[in-house]
């Protein structure tokens, strides 16, 4: 199967388009695990991440560790142990390893094993600034995805995004060159944030087919309606990303509570908008 | 210090330009570390790359890890103790962390400390797709630095680095910004291919102050007189990398003397370039 129809399986059989970002921030830890976090920060980080699988895993289609948090605290042991709980225990949901390499040649083939062989993911954020081939040595793991930085809705976002103008910007050729010189095998899709649907719509219309993974609901703030309403396709056509208001929606005992909890609000808000 | 003193330093104390990359590939390794590499292949990458920065140091200013090829290997505590290896052993060298991050608060955030607090690093490449605010993370770290990916050389290089003409390409456009908005403490250089001298030129143009980072020399065939002239400056100006010629320069057991001899042949052809 390739990775298209392996998303397509994980919308679904789960019923929803959310995908839940994890990303463990150790100063944030709900109460009952500050301890642990203290005497045993990978074990905390573990439990942690486990905990916030279990409680979502009924609402979303895919989980999505961000490397930096495990790599900052020398947890890659944990994100290994946390990639065989996802492929054992949630075999629907698609594992995404939010990594935005960009390089090329052997080192390309090293990251792409990194996160394919090492972190078994079925997709891994990548840079489109290197070009084409800096993307090949993922796409030759035919059953796997990338997901490529396209439009991202931060400050400096238009810095180059934009260039050499609004009318026809680096994001949309980005799109493009997507869609039409690295699709052959249903593997690409793009990141694209939510705070413009107008920009999402843009993306859409560059790459009519293509899987897009957007983040910025929740914690930053996008319109979710609008969101939805310019992203969506006839497959369903993406995931939205909430890392940070469900990870840290209580810090109390009911951590894993209230996280199912936004975690539905979140999954209803968005099949409400498709119906 | 700042890191263009420290770099300034480096170059000065070492009388050379020259960066020596470590890109550990188990499958190149010499024959006198393939039974270790077989049986324990932490020990045997740890055994080359201080094999390799033994025998380069004394041509050298620089070493260049590259994390891909830990990451894949799960040899990430190895190149903690390459680190504290390089701060012990050879503390006039500087340590450049390649990795290409480039994300956005938080997680940038956690990216710089795995580059400065976990890994040691001088200076960290990075990524400039995502804009200024990316960036912001790691120049808080005010002694060290980053290397932005400006101009690459790879096939896919023009892809969108030469977007939309080549009259006025992105990449200059990123080493305009490097040079007017990012380098207000001395800490910002410039990621620079060797193949087309005419290109650093333009970017040395951009930026005149900017120290580049320059592969593409040795196994990659830049030509090397024409680059050093085009990137130059009063203080230098330039780390030109050597890997792979250096790394794999013989298989036999007189490895760490050919990697020598190549590295004292790049670092000598660099400083009659500049005599």
Redesign the interface.
Known sequence: MNFLGRLQHAWQHQRSMLCVGL?P?LTKFPRPLQALAARDPLAAIERFCLGIMEATAAYACAFKP?I??F??S?A?SVLERLAQACRDHYPHHVWILDA?????????E??A??AF??YLADAVTV?????????SPYLSYESRGIFV?CR?S????????M??SPQ?P?YV??AQ?AAQRWNHHQQVGLVVGATYPREVEAVRHAAPDLPLLIPGIGAQGGDLVATVKAGRNANGGMLINSSRAILYASAGDDWQVRAAAIAKITRDDINAVNA
């Open positions: 990303d921030d961000q930096a948090y790599a900052s020398r890659e935005k390499r960009g390089d090329i040649g052997s080192t390309a090293h990251y094993k990194e062989d090492r840079s489109p600034y290197m070009g084409t081939d800096s993307l930085l991202t931060n400050p400096g976002g238009d810095d180059f995004q260039r050499p026809q680096l050729e980005v060159q």
